[in-house]
């Protein structure tokens, strides 16, 4: 049994969460996680989340996405977001791809939203 915070997300988690999700938040900037646990192996689940060229196979409010570049890190992708959201568009830039660790970082850096 893990001991758990006030997220539902046991201690082992939070550590290793901290570990890689590290963002100094300058003024007026915000920033979040999202942790979600999903009852699937993580290699059906990596190959998955790892496509940054295919956001709209696991997040329902991407309708398409274009990315520029070799699906390496510095890739940019504009995602366009289906209406009912407060954005149209979002343009982010792929800065971690660890394939060992399972990670995935992206840095939103345009788009017609706050998010910047």
């Keep these: 049994m893990f001991a758990m915070n006030v997220n539902g997300v046991n201690m082992m988690e939070s550590e290793y969460i901290l570990r890689h999700h590290r963002h ?26 790892r496509r940054i060229d295919q956001p709209q196979r696991y997040k329902p409010f991407v309708s398409r996405c274009i990315v520029q570049g070799d699906l390496e890190i510095g890739s940019v992708r504009e995602v366009n977001v289906k209406s009912g959201l407060p954005a149209t568009t979002s343009t982010e830039r792929l800065e971690l791809l660890n394939e060992e660790e399972h990670i995935l970082g992206i840095r939103i850096v345009g788009g017609d939203h706050r998010l910047r």
């Design 24 to 49: 100094e938040i300058s003024e007026n900037q915000c920033s979040s996680v999202i942790v979600k646990h999903i009852k699937s192996p993580i290699h059906i689940v990596w190959s998955l989340v």
